[in-house]
């Protein structure tokens, strides 16, 4: 459950318009998948609509169509780093399509949160960005909630 106190700061989903059919990408390593959950849960409570491999893929989806489409129907796209996302060229992939949406279309947002102190890949350190790296448990164990949710707001 999400504190009232927050909701009062939580910026409403965009309308889905324009082709759009995800308001938020989220890329990770699967082993961070339970943090990664804990994000999925808080956004969609919010009223996003949010595309995530594990709840949206079934089996015998052609993967890297699924995904590209994914994306190229999305708002925002977060990337959650961490030491074993660093390891995996899959999640590079996905950062490298999600910096070139975010530099080729300004209004996608781009969103990189760290989830230890791994250092950001090149160019996502030049972006704001959240560091929950003090708050191994997920999204509602620290106070960069607020933070989060303003990042995500069309400005």
Request: aromatic share 14%.
């Amino acid at each position: 459950m999400i504190p009232k106190e927050w909701l009062q700061y939580a910026p409403q989903p965009m309308p889905l318009t324009d082709g759009y059919e995800w308001n938020v990408f989220l890329s990770y390593r699967s082993v961070n998948r339970t943090w990664v959950l804990n994000l999925y849960d808080v956004l969609t409570e919010l009223g996003f609509k949010v595309f995530i491999d594990q709840c949206e893929l079934i089996p015998g989806d052609m993967l890297i169509s699924r995904l590209g489409n994914a994306l190229k129907k999305s708002q925002a796209g977060v990337l959650i780093w961490s030491k074993v996302a660093a390891d995996s060229q899959w999640v590079e992939q996905e950062y490298q399509r999600l910096e070139t949406k975010a530099t080729t279309n300004s209004a996608f947002k781009f969103v990189p949160v760290k989830l230890d102190a791994t250092e950001l890949p090149e160019f996502a350190d030049s972006r704001i960005f959240i560091d929950f790296a003090s708050y191994p448990d997920g999204l509602m164990a620290g106070n960069y909630y607020g933070s989060f949710m303003v990042l995500l707001e069309n400005r």
